[in-house]
Nanobody, 120 residues
Framework: QVQLVESGGGLVQPGGSLRLSCAAS????????MGWYRQAPGKQRELVAR???????NYADSVKGRFTISRDNAKNTVYLQMNSLKPEDTAVYYC??????????????WGQGTQVTVSS
């Protein structure tokens, strides 16, 4: 069984910052990539940022220059530093891990989601 536990969401004023964390635990061989997705009310889930085991990153155009994704491979943890937050960043943020299961296939796992609200 694999679990992704997220933390760090909350309410912040426009222009403020938040840092999200997501730790993977359980039975797996390796993690190929971890990422953050978000879903706002009435909208589809979208990729925010993703980082591979080789630290290759990609970002949604809407967050480039404001958000930074990083990863601690030893702790199986991914972070999302969010700066200069805007009201349109308000959403539930989900952690994702693309990993190799023990005695199994490659699979995607999701966290439970953490709410980020940007409002004055």
């Amino acid at each position: 069984q694999v679990q992704l536990v997220e933390s760090g969401g909350g309410l912040v004023q426009p222009g403020g910052s938040l840092r999200l964390s997501c730790a993977a635990s359980g039975s797996f061989v390796s993690i190929y990539a971890m990422g953050w997705y978000r879903q706002a009310p009435g909208k589809q889930r979208e990729l925010v940022a993703r980082i591979t085991s080789a630290s290759t990153t990609n970002y949604a155009d809407s967050v480039k220059g404001r958000f930074t994704i990083s990863r601690d491979n030893a702790k199986n943890t991914v972070y999302l530093q969010m700066n200069s937050l805007k009201p349109e960043d308000t959403a539930v943020y989900y952690c994702n891990a693309d990993l190799q299961r023990v005695f199994g296939t490659r699979a995607d796992y999701w966290g439970q989601g953490t709410q980020v609200t940007v409002s004055s």
